[in-house]
């Protein structure tokens, strides 16, 4: 199919619906901002997706799954191409910034005002209260989740259950398909859609090439987008 050509305007235009950018959409749509989303892959309905994994990995994410770093010792490199970005291919485990990357952050790149310790736990809460982010129960667990905490008790070690965005998780171990349930709040289930509920206007099969720069600050980006592109407000 062929390529489509378009303009639109908005006050914030922002490149990708995964963790950051759906964040982003869901403040400054909130606030009254006009958001345009650009998604370069699919809006995939999480409960419809394929079990298979080898089709779930090639709608999902880039290269289907094989993609690496480029280094002397590879890492593998999942990296979600599809609405929700990579936490739509994840199992939903939520970290808080550890406080030793806090710290270097603060004193060795000056960045103190961005991770204040009171502003992050404020911030950390609302997050977590707005995707549901609790403790795994111990009915999920499975085999090696108890005997690692049974193996924390004996040897005296801190120990305590992954804390993820599932409150409704039923252990069906197709997170990285996509939940069947739709209990992971992903973005794709979660901030995206409250964004669209606020106003912003999602593109998907959308790829942004490049930022245009004018006197100094970012003014719009150009890029594709492919035939089977869809728009969502």
Not at 104 to 133: F, M, P, S, T
């Amino acid at each position: 199919m062929g390529k489509w050509a378009m303009e639109d305007v908005a006050d914030f235009v922002i490149v990708g619906s995964g963790a950051g950018g759906a964040t982003a959409a869901y403040v400054l749509s909130a606030a009254g901002f006009s958001v345009l989303i650009l998604e370069e892959g699919a809006y995939l309905q999480s409960k419809a997706r394929p079990k298979e994994a080898l089709k779930a990995m090639s709608q999902s994410m880039r290269g289907f799954g094989a993609q690496t770093t480029d280094s002397a010792v590879p890492i593998p490199l999942l990296q979600g191409v599809c609405v929700g970005g990579s936490t739509a291919i994840n199992s939903g485990i939520i970290w808080r910034m550890p406080q030793d990357v806090r710290k270097l952050w603060k004193d060795q790149h000056g960045l103190d005002e961005l991770v204040n310790e009171n502003a992050l736990h404020r911030i950390y809460e609302r997050i977590e209260k707005l995707l549901g982010v609790q403790s795994t129960d111990s009915s999920l667990w499975g085999g090696n989740g108890h005997k690692l905490a049974d193996a924390a008790s004996a040897m005296h070690l801190k120990g305590k259950a992954m804390e993820r965005n599932a409150a409704q998780c039923k252990g069906s171990g197709r997170c990285v398909q996509g939940c069947p349930n739709g209990a992971r709040q992903s973005m794709d289930v979660s901030l995206i859609p409250l964004s669209i509920d606020q106003g912003a206007r999602l593109f998907t099969g959308a790829r942004a090439l490049q930022v245009v720069i004018k006197q100094g600050r970012a003014t719009g980006v150009t890029g594709k987008i492919s035939g089977a592109w869809s728009a969502y407000w």
